[in-house]
């Protein structure tokens, strides 16, 4: 029969110390006499101790681990932000879990739930395309775990935020279009609840004012995919009052018009002038390279990290609404 | 003053049974009479016992999180896998600590001490480009955690492997371009000692030997960037004995090729044939569009998890070195 393993209060009893002196000299902390360090450390080893390693664990598993929420992982800017998420982290020895909500509301609720099992310290997350209902993070908040909101923020809900200057980014684009020389810009955008969508619409809505364009419904249009921008754009080019711009809600999407435009043989920036949104390996790749609006990701990423650790390690009190600035690259799609 | 909490000990003492037997009875094992089961559960009810939530906790994060090793998380590919086992894991109720090396050896050090640490019950890795010792795996091994190695894997330690077919993506590619009228195809690769590299080397050679192509020493360059295809490309495609094809470790370089080829007015594909590597978003947005092979990135990353999974569930006994297929996607770089 093995012997049962001694704990600190066994050693604690027979040297006729409290279990904390146990504990601080085993640590072989200063605070303790060295007289009393050598004693206890001597019986330790003498009688076989082990430290509890399950209770180290725990503490290093609560204490240092942030729950992520992706809404795709296979997306440039999303790839960005958790790049930069997980470079702050490791710098500061914080460990992530990620997951991906797969732009699903009922998988979102699932992450929010599993998170809080897993006792997760602090939570960076950006919303499903399709959420707009918030109890799974209020649960979180009421559990005491903090949430930074990036990108797809909830305004719902009073936690931190971080976000790209949409505002700024798309009245710049849209803006220079019309410098030089476009006068129907049309703007394909996401769903129309999310922030992002609000955002740089009125961006956009505020640069054809400043210019005294009038404004045209029909000209505001739900396209936030290559797929969905090849299928709808050939038609507009071939209409009477046809586009002579585009601001597109994404590069993906900007590379679809882009193809759009080579299929129906109009040209590009000659013809029509296109700008994206995003700025990534997509960007570079298209002939004319797209004009499009450069968003930090890695940025935002570092910025919603920095943040949460302000949350869980500083006063806390203060709440944050960080903005990120954008700027607009000019390349081949416009003029 | 508050009263202490009652522990199973306390709850196993005053109704004489052992605490094994309490901790069975609350959990409703049907192993303990259904008398006995009713009677701690009164008792702990009437005493407003609560269960340890520290010890639950523990063990939930102790057995079911995975730490992930990923060279590059802004990469496409790397999604891919990323996304496939993060998809994979959220079925099976699992999470994964995700932990970036960016290509570099200490960090990937660090990362393997970290997830020691944290007592994850399972590793996911890939190496960075500059890694050749591997004690860090073979001490994760030691402590009993097992490792599955994904694309870039290590052939000094006995551990599970999937990796994408290499050599037959790569033999492929080159035969069609060889019967598409190549003959001095160049190939870009990726460093010499990275098993990637080797394998689809060996298949590029290998389509050369069975068209009975002389192999020249000097048509196989380390070039696996956009920017260094951009460098070194004209020079080659100004000289002599010009290229009239490129094969590509990646899209990157592949894409980084027919911009160097649109420089100096060489024509893709009617004078050069280009054909890359991964098949990810950059693929589809170059004009002409990429002919590159498709790597299955989703499906490394669900075959990497389910081995794990085998690995820490199962009988664990065999090993496993799994190839996930990859096509070759002919488009418009290639004759």
Not at 118 to 123: E, F, H, L, M, Y
Request: glycine share 6%.
């Amino acid at each position: 029969m093995n012997k049962p393993q001694i704990t600190i209060k066994d050693i604690a009893r027979a040297l006729n110390v409290s279990p904390s002196t146990v504990s601080r000299a085993l640590k072989n902390n200063p605070d303790i006499s060295q007289e009393t360090r050598t004693l206890v450390q001597n019986y330790a080893r003498e009688h076989n101790y082990k430290p509890n390693e399950l209770a180290v664990n725990l503490r290093v598993s609560r204490s240092n681990t942030i729950g992520v929420i992706v809404p795709q992982l296979v997306h440039h800017f999303f790839s960005c932000v958790l790049s930069g998420i997980e470079k702050t982290a490791a710098e500061a020895g914080y460990n992530i879990i990620v997951a991906q909500s797969n732009e699903s509301y009922e998988q979102e609720v699932k992450i929010a739930q599993s998170f809080l099992a897993a006792r997760v310290c602090g939570v960076i997350a950006s919303l499903a395309k399709n959420t707009s209902r918030y109890d799974h993070y209020q649960e979180l908040l009421n559990n005491g775990i903090p949430i930074v909101f990036y990108d797809r923020i909830c305004t719902g809900l009073k936690t931190e935020r971080v976000v790209v200057d949409d505002y700024a980014g798309s009245f710049a684009a849209v803006e220079y279009m019309i410098q030089t020389g476009c006068k129907r810009i049309f703007f394909y955008g996401a769903a129309p609840h999310l922030e992002i969508t609000k955002n740089r619409r009125n961006g956009y809505l505020d640069a054809l004012k400043k210019y005294k364009i009038p404004v045209d419904e029909s000209m505001m249009l739900l396209c936030d995919t290559r797929e969905r921008a090849i299928a709808i754009t050939p038609d507009l080019l071939e209409s009477e009052n046809r586009p002579d711009g585009f601001f597109a809600i994404n590069d993906e999407t900007a590379a679809g018009i882009l193809y759009a435009c080579k299929l129906v043989g109009v040209k590009v920036p000659d013809e029509v002038s296109i700008c994206g949104f995003t700025d990534g390996a997509i960007a570079q790749s298209t002939d004319p390279k797209l004009t499009t609006v450069e968003q930090h990701g890695e940025e935002v990423g570092k910025s919603a990290f920095s943040i949460l650790i302000e949350k869980l390690e500083g006063d806390g009190e203060k709440s944050c609404n960080k903005i990120v600035k954008t700027n607009l690259v000019v390349r081949g799609t416009t003029k």
